[in-house]
C-alpha cells in the first residue's frame, strides 16, 4: 500500500474516534446517527455507511460532521474528487473547520499538489499539536524540495516521537536531498558527510552510494570513488550511472583497459546507440586498435552519412590503418622565351610503427633533355613527435646529380616549436654540392610560422636560400600557405652549369592542400619566381604544380 494512501486509512480511522466538531454541531443531528455511521465503517460495510450519509443530508444539508464522514468515505473508495468536493462544501460555510482543512490538504498531497496542501495545511493548524499534519506538511516541503522548511517539521515530529520510523526515514532522505544540493554547489567536502552517514545507514541504496563516488572523484579522491563504483556494480553489474562514470573515470586516468572493460558493458545496454559506438572507436584508438576503431567509425558513417564525428575520426585513423600510399605529382614550369620544362615523379611509401620507407621515381624535360632519377626515403619516428630523415638519390642523366644523400634531423622542443639541422651533398658532372639546411617553426592555435635556411660554401663564398612559411590549418590537416624564397635557390633536383649556383632569384609561392576523404588528398601549388639566368639579366617563371595522394 503507497505510503500517502496508508496516512488516509490511518486518518480515516482516527476520524472514527473523534468526537463531534463543536464547531459543526447541529441541534438537529443525534449522536446516534454518527455512531451507526461509524459502525457501519468498521464493519466495513461501505455502501450502507455512504446511503446513510446520503439519506441524513437530504434531511439536512448543513450537518457537517455526518458530510466529513461522507468525504472519509469517499477517500477509502480512492473517489477523490467527490471527497474534495465535500469537503470544499464545508468549508465554504465553515472556513475554521479544521479537519476539512486537513483532509483538503491530504488529498492536495495525494494529488502532488504540494504548495496547495501547504495552504490547506496551514489553515488546519491549531494550537494543539496534530502529529500526522506536520508529518504531511513535511512530506509536501519536501516535494517541493524546500528542505529547509521540511527539516524542522520532521525534528518536531521526532523531538515529540523518536520513535517514529516514517519521520526517521524522511529525516534520512532530506539530509541526502540536501547532500545532492551541496554537491550541485561545489560544496564538496560538506555532501561528502551526509553521503558517508547516508550510505552507512542505507548501504544498498545505490543512487547515494553512486553521489557518494562522484563527490569522492570531485575531490580527488580516485581510488575511494572507483571502490564505490565496484560496490555498485558487484550488486547491479550493468547498473548504467556506474558503468558510465567509472568509464569515463579510466579514460581521464588514461587506463583504456579498463575503459574498454566496462565500456562493453555499457554496449550491452545500447549496442546500436551511435554515441556508445563512437566513444568505443575512441577507446579503441588510444589502445592501439587502429583497425577495430576504423571499422567501429566505418560502421558509424555507413549508416549515417550526416555524422560528422564518425568521419572526423576516419580521417584521424586513415593513416594508422592503411600503411601505404601511392603519390603522384606533376609540375610544369612555364617561361616567356621559351618553352615549359616539366617535372613528374611518382612515389610509394610504406609506414610501420617507427618506420617510413619511400621508393620515387622521377622525370624532367629540361632545356630539350630528359632525365630520370631514382630516389629512396627513410624517416625514423623518435620520442615526442621528433623525427629522422634520410636520403638516397641515383642517376645517370645530367639534369640530376649522379649521387644525391641527404640526412636531417627534425625536434619538437615542445607541442608547439620545432627545429631541424641535416646536409644534401649533389654530385654532378661539373660540380659538387654540401648544402647545410636549418629550420625553426612555430605554431600558433592553427596558424604555424616558419624560417629554413640552406647554405653551402664554394670557392670560399657562401651562398643561401631563406625560405619563410605560414601556413593556416583547418579540418583534417588541410591547409592553405603561402611561401617566400629569397637567394641562391637550390632546387636540388636542377640542372646546374657552372655559374648557376651564384645567381640569384625571389619567388612568392602559394600552396593549397585538402584531403577529400579518409583515404584520398590532393594539392596544388602555384609560384612566381623572378630569376638571373645570366649576371644581371632576369627572366620571370610561372610554376603550377598537383600532386595527388591515395593511400591504401
Same mark, same amino acid.
Given at each position: 500500500m503507497n505510503f500517502i494512501h496508508r496516512l488516509f486509512f490511518i486518518f480515516s480511522l482516527v476520524l472514527l474516534l473523534l468526537p463531534i466538531s463543536a464547531e459543526a454541531q447541529t441541534d438537529t443531528l443525534k449522536p446516534t446517527i454518527l455512531d451507526e455511521i461509524k459502525v457501519l465503517m468498521q464493519l466495513p460495510n461501505t455502501d450502507s455507511a455512504l446511503k446513510l450519509c446520503e439519506s441524513t443530508l437530504s434531511e439536512d444539508s448543513e450537518l457537517h460532521d455526518v458530510r466529513l464522514m461522507m468525504a472519509v468515505i469517499y477517500l477509502r473508495m480512492d473517489s477523490l474528487d467527490d471527497a474534495h468536493n465535500e469537503l470544499s462544501y464545508i468549508t465554504s460555510r465553515n472556513s475554521d473547520y479544521k479537519e476539512a482543512w486537513f483532509l483538503l490538504g491530504n488529498i492536495a498531497l495525494w494529488k502532488s499538489d504540494y504548495q496547495m496542501a501547504i495552504s490547506n495545511y496551514f489553515k488546519a493548524f491549531s494550537s494543539e499539536y496534530n502529529e500526522v499534519l506536520t508529518f504531511n506538511k513535511a512530506i509536501a516541503h519536501f516535494k517541493l524540495k524546500d528542505y529547509n522548511s521540511a527539516e524542522p517539521l520532521i525534528d518536531t515530529v521526532l523531538a515529540k516521537n523518536r520513535n517514529h520510523s516514517e519521520a526517521l526515514i524522511l529525516k534520512d532522505e532530506i539530509i541526502l536531498a540536501k547532500a545532492n544540493v551541496k554537491f550541485a554547489n561545489g560544496q564538496f567536502a560538506e555532501a561528502l558527510k551526509d553521503f558517508k552517514y547516508y550510505v552507512n545507514k542505507y548501504p544498498l541504496v545505490n543512487d547515494a552510494r553512486f553521489n557518494l563516488s562522484r563527490t569522492y572523484y570531485s575531490l580527488n579522491y580516485v581510488d575511494s570513488s572507483l571502490n564505490h563504483l565496484d560496490t555498485i556494480l558487484q550488486k547491479d553489474s550493468m547498473n548504467y550511472d556506474a558503468l558510465m562514470y567509472i568509464t569515463n573515470i579510466y579514460m581521464g586516468k588514461r587506463d583504456w583497459d579498463n575503459a574498454l572493460k566496462y565500456h562493453q558493458r555499457l554496449l550491452k545496454l545500447h549496442p546500436d546507440d551511435p554515441a556508445f559506438l563512437l566513444r568505443l572507436a575512441q577507446i579503441l584508438k588510444e589502445k592501439a586498435m587502429y583497425q577495430e576503431a576504423y571499422n567501429v567509425a566505418d560502421t558509424l558513417y555507413t549508416?549515417?552519412?550526416?555524422?560528422?564525428?564518425? @568521419?572526423? %575520426? @576516419? $580521417?584521424?585513423?586513415?593513416?594508422?590503418? !592503411?600503411?601505404?600510399?601511392?603519390?603522384?605529382?606533376?609540375?610544369?614550369?612555364? !617561361?616567356?622565351?621559351? *618553352?615549359?620544362?616539366?617535372? =613528374?615523379?611518382?612515389?610509394?611509401?610504406?609506414?610501420y610503427d617507427k618506420n617510413i620507407f619511400v621508393g620515387r621515381v622521377n622525370r624532367a624535360e629540361k632545356r630539350g633533355l630528359v632525365g630520370l632519377q631514382l630516389e629512396g626515403d627513410y624517416y625514423r619516428k623518435m620520442k615526442n613527435k621528433s623525427y629522422f630523415y634520410a636520403n638516397l638519390g641515383l642517376s645517370r642523366d645530367s639534369l640530376f646529380p649522379s649521387l644525391r644523400i641527404g640526412a636531417e634531423y627534425f625536434h619538437y622542443f615542445n607541442p608547439t616549436v620545432e627545429g631541424s639541422l641535416g646536409?644534401? $651533398?649533389?654530385?654532378?658532372?661539373? %660540380?659538387? %654540392?654540401?648544402?647545410?639546411?636549418?629550420?625553426? *617553426?612555430? /605554431?600558433?592555435?592553427? @596558424? /604555424?610560422?616558419?624560417?629554413?635556411? /640552406?647554405?653551402?660554401? =664554394?670557392?670560399?663564398? /657562401?651562398?643561401?636560400?631563406?625560405? !619563410?612559411?605560414?601556413?593556416?590549418?583547418?579540418?583534417?590537416?588541410?591547409?592553405?600557405?603561402?611561401?617566400? @624564397?629569397? *637567394? %641562391?635557390?637550390?632546387?636540388?633536383?636542377?640542372? !646546374?652549369?657552372?655559374?648557376?649556383?651564384k645567381l640569384k632569384s625571389n619567388t612568392i609561392r602559394l600552396e593549397f592542400f585538402r584531403r577529400i576523404s579518409p583515404v584520398l588528398s590532393f594539392q596544388i601549388n602555384g609560384a612566381f619566381a623572378t630569376e638571373e639566368y645570366k649576371q644581371n639579366l632576369k627572366r620571370q617563371k610561372y610554376s603550377v604544380e598537383f600532386i595527388i595522394n591515395r593511400l591504401f
Open positions: 549508416r549515417n552519412n550526416a555524422d560528422s564525428n564518425a @568521419l572526423e %575520426l @576516419l $580521417y584521424e585513423l586513415s593513416p594508422y590503418v !592503411f600503411r601505404n600510399t601511392f603519390t603522384a605529382s606533376y609540375n610544369v614550369d612555364a !617561361f616567356k622565351d621559351f *618553352g615549359p620544362w616539366h617535372f =613528374i615523379y611518382i612515389q610509394l611509401s610504406r609506414s646536409f644534401r $651533398y649533389l654530385e654532378f658532372d661539373t %660540380l659538387n %654540392l654540401t648544402i647545410f639546411t636549418a629550420s625553426i *617553426g612555430k /605554431y600558433i592555435n592553427k @596558424l /604555424y610560422a616558419g624560417y629554413r635556411l /640552406y647554405t653551402t660554401q =664554394i670557392d670560399k663564398t /657562401y651562398y643561401s636560400t631563406n625560405v !619563410f612559411s605560414v601556413r593556416v590549418f583547418g579540418k583534417h590537416d588541410n591547409f592553405v600557405g603561402i611561401q617566400y @624564397l629569397y *637567394g %641562391l635557390l637550390h632546387d636540388e633536383n636542377a640542372w !646546374f652549369s657552372n655559374d648557376v649556383y
